[in-house]
């Protein structure tokens, strides 16, 4: 699955800072411009994923566009925070598209979505998902941005963690095969929804920061690009975990793009 001239997303990791001022509102998640993300708002989309994907029994049979599960294995619902950097995106990409009149290039279904993340094309979060997908299509995109070489030394860092590149490789020899048009692209797609957050004041609830929208990743949803919303990380506890990695090659590899 892709967005059009947006590389597509896996997952996101995340986190939160203090609401200040008028901006503290009890039972807030996030806020864009004026707009609140409520905690049971994200609640209610935690509960419509668990309703409509229960644990699979003996004779269950997967719904369309589900892989198959073994029996008693759980589904993979979304994390609190990943709803609500889905809820913030779809905002904010709704609210520049308003602005500017953009319209999205290609209609993303949810169908395709639900394909890639192992739900039931109903699910609320994944309508929401594919909705976002197709509105952020549309945001304009510029020239492919070459990576810095700290942008470098921090994507090998990462995709040693994810398992992606084994630890004896350098950091010269991971980035030549790393840098290219995949990444080069998807640091373009940051600095354009970078760009476009930071116009519609975000702010987020402590517990969910750092909040960060994945642009491109390595396998097992561990972030190679991805876009900050809201404030910077803090040491505040979040409900993020992350999958163990599974290393399948001695090579360094390629971040996918969903």
């Known amino acids: ?26 039972g807030v998640a996030a806020y864009v411009g004026d707009h609140r993300i409520t905690e049971d708002a994200v609640t209610a989309v935690i509960e419509d994923a668990r309703s409509k994907n229960p644990t699979p029994t003996e004779t269950a049979e997967p719904l369309p566009g ?12 979304p994390a609190r925070s990943q709803v609500v950097s889905t809820l913030v995106l779809t905002e904010v990409c709704a609210r520049i598209s308003a602005a500017e009149g953009y319209q999205s290039q ?3 279904e949810p169908a395709q979505v639900a394909q890639g993340v192992g739900l039931d094309p109903e699910t609320g979060y994944v309508r929401q ?11 304009p995109v510029g020239a492919p941005v070459a990576p810095t070489e700290q942008e470098l030394i921090d994507l090998v860092a990462a995709g040693k963690r994810a398992g992606a590149v084994p630890a004896e490789v350098t950091v010269e020899q991971a980035a030549s095969q790393l840098d290219g048009d995949q990444l080069r692209q998807a640091l373009a797609s940051r600095d354009s929804l970078s760009g476009a957050v930071e116009a519609y004041d975000v702010t987020v609830n402590p517990r969910y920061r750092p909040l960060v929208f994945p642009v491109l990743s390595f396998t097992g949803q561990n972030i190679a690009v991805g876009v900050p919303l809201g404030e910077p990380a803090s040491d505040a506890v979040t409900d993020i975990s992350t999958p163990k990695p599974q290393v399948t090659s001695t090579e360094p590899t390629e971040p996918t793009d969903g």
């Open 1 to 26: 699955m892709r967005a059009r001239r947006l590389v597509a997303v896996a997952s996101v990791a995340v986190g939160l800072v203090a609401l200040a001022g008028c901006r503290s509102g009890p």
């Open 129 to 139: 998902v594919a909705e976002l997908y197709t509105c952020l299509s549309g945001i």
């Open 66 to 77: 589900q892989e198959p599960q073994l029996p008693g294995q759980q589904p993979q619902l």
């Open 106 to 108: 290609g209609r993303v």
